[in-house]
């Protein structure tokens, strides 16, 4: 596999981790979600930065798990920076409420 493969490789392999990262977030998979961070990681979100899985537990401690969810969270434009064995990704987002009447409009669609 050629370099450039590989950067691809692990550029679909962390857009894997935002994406699960917004599904779990829907449901309220705390522990799930907890499982995406190890403690050396920094994340940012609605204005303050967050240090580790002990700060990030505190931020989700409030959701409960639910199989029928009322947001949709969705990644928009990913910036992905992979140098070495580090890599940062800078992401907007945007969050579908689904509790109303149009819930079905954001009803995920199951392919076989």
């Known amino acids: 596999m050629s370099s450039e493969d590989e950067l691809l490789f692990e550029d679909l392999r962390i857009r894997r981790v935002l994406e699960t990262y917004c599904a779990l977030?829907?449901?309220?998979?705390?522990?799930?979600?907890?499982d995406l961070f190890d403690d050396a990681c920094s994340f940012a979100m609605m204005g303050r930065t967050y240090h580790g899985r002990t700060?990030?537990?505190?931020?989700?401690?409030?959701?409960?798990?639910?199989?029928?969810?009322?947001?949709?969270?969705?990644?928009?434009?990913?910036?992905?920076?992979?140098e070495g064995n580090r890599a940062t990704a800078v992401s907007g987002?945007?969050?579908?409420?689904?509790?109303?009447?149009?819930?079905?409009l954001g009803t995920p669609l199951a392919l076989e």
């Open 25 to 34: 977030l829907d449901t309220g998979a705390v522990g799930e979600l907890l």
């Open 55 to 82: 700060e990030l537990a505190s931020v989700w401690e409030q959701l409960s798990w639910t199989d029928q969810p009322t947001t949709l969270h969705a990644l928009v434009s990913p910036v992905i920076t992979i």
């Open 93 to 104: 987002w945007v969050m579908l409420d689904r509790s109303g009447a149009e819930a079905f």
